[in-house]
């Protein structure tokens, strides 16, 4: 295969493939714009998720924390109910 054939194979393809033709400075913008468009639109979605996601993680401890106080309530009412109970009983043996 000499140089003649080569080229004319590489002449063959680029008729084939077509002109390359360089990026414009409009092409590169609407790319551009299409990309913040497309961030516009997912960062409120994403700002609302990890918000809801970090409330419902504070709203849960104060859960956890409610049903433990509540618990400890409980057993302090317990306690007094007790005392009150031997206070009395004592009260009415002496």
Do not use: W
Not at 13 to 25: A, H, N, Q, R, T
Not at 30 to 51: D, E, G, Q, R
Request: glycine share 2%; hydrophobic share 45%; net charge negative.
């Amino acid at each position: 295969m000499d140089y003649n054939d080569k080229h004319e194979i590489l002449c063959e393809i680029d008729s084939v493939i077509g002109v390359k033709s360089e990026l414009s400075l409009a092409y590169l913008l609407t790319v551009l714009m299409a990309v913040v468009l497309v961030l516009l639109l997912a960062f409120p979605k994403i700002f609302l998720h990890s918000s809801i996601y970090y409330k419902s993680r504070s709203i849960s401890a104060l859960e956890r924390e409610y049903k433990s106080l509540k618990e400890e309530h409980k057993i302090i009412s317990n306690e007094v109910e007790q005392k009150k109970f031997k206070n009395q009983i004592l009260d009415t043996l002496f």
